[in-house]
Structures are given as C-alpha cells and as structure tokens.
C-alpha cells in the first residue's frame, strides 16, 4: 500500500473503516480528480452558455446589471 493508504486505515472512526476497502480507497483516492474536472466543466458551462443567465443567480454580481 502506498502511503496516503496507510494514513487512511490508521484511521479507527467507523465511517473511516467502511470507507476504507479495497475498492473504496481506489476510488477515494479519485475525488481531487473528479472535483478538479467538475469545477472545469461548470467552468466550461459558464463561458459556453449565456454566461449572464446563469451569473444573475448570484447576488452581488445580480445587482450589477440592473441597469441594463
């Protein structure tokens, strides 16, 4: 087992035991991955829809076409 492994079953919390199968440690080793592609693609659905649509849902940035 590599090192983030034997950090992850030191661990002796119930959910932290669940978590930490053989096949869950594979796949929990993949969220920075999976969080890193979900942030680029709403990046991506941003800039290639209308972009004002989607940011007049945001408050602060609402108010600033009002006057539009």
């Given at each position: 087992?590599?090192?983030?492994?034997?950090?992850?079953?030191?661990?002796k919390?119930?959910?932290?035991?669940?978590?930490?199968?053989?096949?869950?440690?594979?796949?929990?080793?993949?969220?920075?991955?999976?969080?890193?592609?979900?942030?680029?693609?709403?990046?991506?659905?941003?800039?290639?829809?209308?972009?004002r649509?989607?940011?007049?849902?945001?408050?602060?940035?609402?108010?600033?076409?009002?006057?539009n």
């Amino acid at each position: 087992p590599n090192g983030n492994m034997q950090i992850m079953l030191e661990l002796k919390t119930p959910v932290v035991g669940y978590l930490t199968s053989n096949i869950s440690c594979y796949h929990l080793s993949r969220v920075p991955t999976m969080v890193g592609w979900g942030s680029v693609g709403g990046v991506a659905l941003v800039h290639f829809t209308d972009w004002r649509l989607i940011l007049d849902c945001v408050p602060y940035i609402n108010g600033k076409f009002k006057d539009n």
